[in-house]
């Protein structure tokens, strides 16, 4: 390869290769001091500023979620069957509860809820939450990892959930042909 004899040469040479002295762009070094110096800013800012740590700042947020659920209103039937009305009107809310059941329990409990893997929704007997929307409703929250079920609750609004715990509610005492024995504890209402 033929040298330009015009280029600016490093001035050393190793075994017959030359190197030439071709400096950075303008703007490259400009970007790199730039960072040099912001990154020392932040070290400085991290290190000795008291800015908080990615471990506090989740401290942080998770005891302030710990404080929203406690805060929540107090879970109880006439809570949850007057903030079910509220939220959903009746109509809506059947179809709502009758659909997330279809697309997220029917593949466990039965598109009528005759039981599958999982109980019979449709008998008297309860293994987890009584009967109760409010029962109902917890189950479907935190789930029964035991057994196999989900927790919803971090995949379902909560007024999806109390639509599915309402469709769930109906379900009860009406038992369909074909389903599950029944498991758990009878109750009578």
């Not at 809310?93 to 449709?122: F, M, R």
Request: hydrophobic residues 40%.
């Amino acid at each position: 390869m033929a040298h330009n004899e015009d280029a600016p040469l490093a001035g050393h040479e190793y075994d017959g290769i030359r190197e030439l002295d071709n400096p950075l762009p303008a703007w490259w070094l400009g970007t790199f001091f730039v960072t040099i110096i912001f990154g020392f800013i932040y070290w400085i800012h991290f290190e000795f500023g008291g800015a908080p740590t990615q471990n506090q700042e989740l401290e942080k947020s998770l005891a302030a979620i710990r404080a929203m659920k406690k805060a929540g209103p107090e879970l109880s039937e006439a809570n949850l069957t007057a903030a079910f009305a509220d939220v959903l009107g009746a109509e809506l809310k059947a179809a709502l509860g009758k659909d997330l059941y279809a697309t997220k329990c029917a593949a466990c409990h039965g598109q009528k809820g005759e039981g599958l893997i999982g109980p019979n929704l449709t008998d008297r007997a309860w293994i987890h939450g009584k009967g109760t929307r409010v029962g109902i409703y917890t189950v479907i929250s935190e789930g029964v990892l035991a057994k196999g079920m989900p927790a919803w609750g971090e995949q379902l609004k909560p007024e999806e959930m109390m639509a599915v715990a309402g469709f769930v509610h109906s379900l009860k005492n009406n038992p369909v042909s074909g389903g599950r024995p029944a498991q758990g504890e009878e109750i009578l209402e």
